[in-house]
Structure formats: structure tokens, C-alpha cells
């Protein structure tokens, strides 16, 4: 699966909301999104197998972490969006200067 795929879910957004704050356990993932125990590790098995999350394990916890470098390819994909958005902001940033110039 791809990384667009995995952020497909809203859930996985979710999750991804959630570890950008701070790494987490999986039973304090889905005990903050009302989660059952086995939907959090999918959904975590999933974005770990697309490089969007890493595990640490320590001792007999495994906590997940963002790794925000696997976003690269969205944010690439977004660039142009971006500009485009850029461009449109801007005109009406200059429209409404022109406006007030002129009332």
C-alpha cells in the first residue's frame, strides 16, 4: 500500500494527529480514538508497513512513533497544489488592497 492509501483512512489521520504530538503505545491509540485494541494495531500495521510510523520496543511495550520524513512524498505530490493556492491567495490579497485603496 502506498502512502496515499494509508492516509486514506481518517483513522489513520487520526493516528498520525495523535504520534505528531508524542510517541504512544498502541492501547493509548485506541484508548484515545475509542478504538478496539485489535482495529488500533492494524490501522498501526499498516502505516508502519508504509514507513509513516516506526516502533520502538522497550521491554515488553512497543511504542509507535511519526517518522515525518515518510511524508516527503505527499508533500512533493502537494507542491504544486500549494503553489497554485499561493497564487490565487495572493491575487486576492492585491484585490482587496485594491479595494480598500479605492473606497
Same mark, same amino acid.
Given at each position: 500500500?502506498? %502512502?496515499?492509501?494509508?492516509l486514506a483512512q481518517p483513522i489513520r489521520r487520526q493516528i498520525l494527529d495523535l504520534l505528531l504530538e508524542r510517541p504512544r503505545l498502541a492501547g493509548e491509540v485506541?484508548? *484515545?480514538l475509542s478504538l478496539p485494541q485489535p482495529a488500533a494495531s492494524k490501522h498501526l500495521r499498516v502505516l508502519r508497513e508504509t514507513g509513516l %510510523? *516506526? %516502533? $520502538? %520496543? @522497550?521491554? *515488553? /511495550? /512497543? &511504542?509507535?512513533?511519526? $517518522?515525518p520524513e515518510a511524508l516527503s512524498?505527499? @508533500?512533493? &505530490?502537494l507542491a504544486p497544489y500549494r503553489a497554485l493556492w499561493s497564487e490565487r491567495l495572493d491575487a486576492l490579497e492585491r484585490h482587496l488592497d485594491a479595494s480598500e485603496d479605492g473606497s
Open positions: 500500500m502506498s %502512502v496515499f492509501g494509508a485506541a484508548e *484515545q %510510523v *516506526q %516502533v $520502538r %520496543v @522497550d521491554a *515488553q /511495550r /512497543r &511504542w509507535y512513533e511519526l $517518522r512524498e505527499l @508533500d512533493e &505530490w
